[in-house]
């Protein structure tokens, strides 16, 4: 009997298309990287600025009139219906990605509308563009373990069969996106899954994410650049994981059969004051002598613990993190140390 060779989607002549939303944020980036070197063609929905913001795409962004390009960017937002439903018809995706969203769970509570809004009812409109134009392809819906709230987590941490409870605007809308995501796959019988991400952090993550903010002013500190951190609650605990090795997990979801719900998560959790203490240590410095408090970085209603089990992921389909919390702050602190010694030559 003939063997039947698993064929890779390198190995096909017509690649697997992907649409990204949300590919210039840290995620978006990372997940392109990886689509990419899978054999992918990549579309991503970028907003239209007078600014480029690009910088995490542009080590792989091509002129997409060169020939073999794989990566193509097209303008549009998860606010405009009507230009989501005619980009998804022009690029017939096979996997969708809405990472899309006002991912700032602090800025939530100052833009509350505009969070609702794109994270989550421009869930809803993709969704259904993607139901009248495409319903074959595969959604991947980004949702956050915002959605607990930090109560009564379990001793391994939360599950998908943990009750939710937002505690922020953002959380809210993220609950929004989790349960239209759900309902359109029950309703519809589309391959729309939820993975419900825990804290992932890199290199990429924005600059007023607080681990990023950490990362930065322990590289201008040491440069000279910068005397002192302003932060809020250092109490504050996440399980605090890999952004490479999360977008992987996004895309094992959609290779399943049958869509689903995952948690993705380390299984630890380490405290803000935590992360001070490994960045500041790594890098010679006391964060003690730095590091001040701002009453404006506190949110009016706080998420204190977040701990995630992703057991179900594991036995699904073999997903698990590799890099240790350690590992992962000591990568955040080299780069951003190169990144303080460029910006003072810059400016000397």
């Not at 017509?14 to 944020?25: H, S, Y």
């Not at 609702?116 to 563009?129: D, H, M, N, P, R």
């Not at 009016?300 to 702050?329: M, R």
């Amino acid at each position: 009997m003939k063997k039947t060779k698993t064929v890779h989607p390198k190995e096909t002549h017509k690649p697997k298309r992907a649409f990204i939303t949300g590919i210039t944020g840290q995620d978006g980036s990372w997940l392109a990287d990886f689509l990419l070197g899978m054999g992918y063609e990549v579309h991503g929905l970028i907003r239209r600025a007078s600014s480029f913001n690009t910088e995490r795409i542009n080590h792989i962004y091509q002129d997409p009139h060169i020939h073999g390009v794989h990566l193509f960017l097209h303008y549009g937002d998860l606010s405009d219906s009507s230009g989501l439903f005619k980009l998804l018809s022009q690029v017939k995706p096979d996997e969708i990605y809405n990472l899309g969203a006002q991912s700032h769970v602090r800025v939530s509570f100052d833009q509350p509308e505009y969070t609702g809004e794109v994270t989550g009812v421009g869930t809803i409109k993709l969704l259904e563009a993607m139901r009248e134009t495409c319903p074959k392809a595969r959604f991947y819906q980004a949702s956050s373990s915002e959605l607990y709230g930090g109560l009564d987590c379990p001793p391994k941490g939360y599950t998908e069969k943990s009750p939710f409870h937002p505690r922020s605007p953002y959380g809210v809308a993220k609950l929004y996106s989790f349960w239209a995501a759900k309902n359109y796959r029950e309703a519809y019988g589309l391959h729309i899954s939820n993975g419900i991400l825990f804290n992932h952090e890199s290199e990429r993550r924005g600059e007023t994410f607080v681990t990023r903010k950490i990362t930065r002013a322990i590289g201008r500190i040491k440069v000279g650049l910068q005397k002192s951190l302003y932060l809020g609650n250092l109490d504050a605990k996440r399980d605090w994981g890999d952004a490479k090795e999360f977008v992987k997990a996004m895309w094992m979801m959609l290779q399943q059969k049958t869509a689903d719900d995952y948690v993705i998560a380390t299984g630890k959790t380490y405290s803000i004051k935590e992360f001070l203490e490994v960045s500041f240590g790594y890098a010679g410095l006391d964060w003690k002598k730095h590091v001040k408090f701002d009453e404006r970085y506190l949110r009016p209603s706080e998420v204190d613990y977040l701990l995630g089990d992703a057991s179900k992921a594991k036995k699904a389909f073999g997903w698990h993190n590799e890099t240790t919390f350690e590992q992962l702050v000591e990568r955040m602190v080299d780069h951003d140390f190169e990144l303080a010694k460029k910006e003072k030559k810059s400016v000397s």
